[in-house]
């Protein structure tokens, strides 16, 4: 052979490798991403791409090993998806789920069975769910109509997720909720819904511990952000919320169940327009506690009702219903509440260890502070420094209500004083 026709020959194979390479036979492509589309998926935001999802997922999460560890669903294109689980195990310890283009749920609603979820990723360990992309519930179609809605994306048992840049519009209940997984971290997310949309939090948190949720935009017919029961170390910062509920520790105890949240910071974060600024709340009957809790540097931009305890919680409508989420908790190896058995109709969960501090801004209503502990527990060690609240409205007049908190408090404008180690508030006039 003449060296020139070598080296032709060489110059061929080269180039076949390549191709093969860029497209593998069953729709591996190059730089180990997987592209849903090799799979089948078409993206024109009405044939159902469930089945090629499912697929490209089952390559990625199994056949992980041979270097293709990310899924990729491609811009500019609309996904319509159903129900499904992007189930681990999977081979390799991370994989990544770039969503660049859009995905829709049907835009009917469907029985939401025994799990009521949408995009539901389960026991995968080190997922990264990121990519600019939109994720769109369809919720109209459920709210108000129908009762048991489904939340439209749900982590569990996810330890070392990382989710970030992505836009979640109009999910039928909870947008985001982390269940029994260590170690997570959310950034620059843009959720939405309409501000009457009912129980569309952003991101519910249950039995996770190592949780830093920061910079992103939350507005929804629910709250912002509910950390509930079985959660600790959970860091929240530089959150824009509202309109919606603010962000809330609980509703702890329902049905009498034994609750825990501790190790909470929350932290440079504005709210606007909401029903509640920061909120602790506890079912009487309840047991257990929510402790060592800290608000700091937060703005109020008239909301409604910018700090409140509520120990003596009793609302027996659809708030008292304990989410599907938090129900999970008998299987999660993270929760307390599978170690100590719930005794039911305990006397009350505890409520210690709360810093408000340079919290600042304007009351919509005619309430700053709301602290209603009960009579027996009550709530110990809150701290209050640096609080300044006026009255939205000019002129209008503001009230502090304490009942049963003990603590102190420091440079905080004119409704708190104190009484031994006891919060009293006096009702006074602030004009602005
Ligand atoms: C949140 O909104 C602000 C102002 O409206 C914007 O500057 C910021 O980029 C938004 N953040 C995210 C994560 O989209
Ligand atoms: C939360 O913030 C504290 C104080 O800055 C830090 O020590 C801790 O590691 C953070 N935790 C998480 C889960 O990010
Ligand atoms: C909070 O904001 C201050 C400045 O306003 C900044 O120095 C600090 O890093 C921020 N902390 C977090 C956790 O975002
Ligand atoms: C709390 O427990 C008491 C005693 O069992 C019961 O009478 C009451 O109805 C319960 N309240 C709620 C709100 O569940
Ligand atoms: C109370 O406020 C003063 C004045 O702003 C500040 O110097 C001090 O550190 C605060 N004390 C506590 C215990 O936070």
């Not at 982590?155 to 979640?168: A, I, P, Q, T, V």
């Not at 708030?319 to 299987?331: A, I, P």
């Amino acid at each position: 052979m003449k060296k020139s026709s070598l080296f032709f020959v060489l110059l061929c194979l080269f180039q076949l490798s390549k191709a093969v390479a860029r497209k593998h036979k069953n729709g591996f492509e190059s730089h180990g991403i997987t592209t849903v589309t090799s799979f089948g998926a078409v993206g024109d935001g009405k044939i159902d791409d469930t089945q090629a999802f499912l697929n490209a997922w089952e390559a990625v999460c199994k056949g992980g090993s041979k270097g293709n560890t990310k899924l990729l669903v491609p811009s500019g294109k609309t996904f319509m998806i159903k129900p499904l689980t992007f189930a681990g195990p999977c081979k390799s310890s991370s994989i990544s789920f770039l969503i660049r283009g859009n995905l829709v749920a049907p835009c009917y609603t469907w029985d939401v069975g025994r799990y009521p979820i949408w995009i539901r990723f389960d026991s995968i360990n080190g997922l990264v769910v990121t990519g600019g992309g939109t994720i769109d519930g369809c919720g109209p179609v459920w709210w108000n109509i129908v009762p048991d809605r489904p939340t439209a994306m749900h982590f569990n048992n996810c330890n070392g997720l990382r989710l970030s840049k992505l836009r979640h519009l109009n999910s039928p209940r909870n947008h985001i909720s982390l269940s029994c997984s260590e170690d997570i971290k959310v950034s620059d997310l843009n959720i939405n819904a309409h501000f009457k949309s009912p129980n569309t939090d952003g991101i519910d948190i249950s039995n996770c511990r190592g949780v830093d949720i920061r910079h992103s935009n939350i507005s929804t017919g629910d709250d912002c952000i509910a950390i509930n029961s079985g959660s600790s170390y959970i860091n929240i910062s530089d959150i824009f919320c509202g309109p919606g509920h603010g962000i809330s520790i609980g509703s702890l105890g329902e049905n009498g169940r034994f609750a825990t949240v501790e190790e909470v910071i929350v932290k440079n974060c504005t709210l606007t327009n909401t029903d509640n600024g920061v909120r602790i709340k506890t079912y009487e009957n309840g047991s257990g506690y929510a402790r060592k809790i800290s608000f700091d540097n937060i703005n109020m931009v008239a909301s409604k009702n910018p700090i409140i305890i509520d120990q003596n919680y009793h609302d027996t409508g659809t708030d008292g219903y304990v989410g599907f989420e938090e129900s999970l908790d008998k299987s999660c190896h993270l929760s307390p509440a599978y170690q100590i058995q719930s005794s039911s109709n305990g006397r009350g969960v505890k409520v210690s260890n709360v810093r408000y501090s340079r919290i600042r801004g304007s009351s919509a209503s005619d309430k700053a502070i709301t602290l209603n502990c009960d009579a027996e527990l009550g709530c110990a060690d809150i701290m209050m420094d640096h609080v300044k609240i006026v009255s939205a409205t000019s002129g209008r007049n503001l009230i502090a209500s304490c009942n049963n908190a003990h603590g102190v408090f420091n440079d905080t404008l004119f409704f708190v004083k104190q009484k031994k180690d006891s919060l009293v508030c006096i009702p006074l006039v602030i004009r602005h």
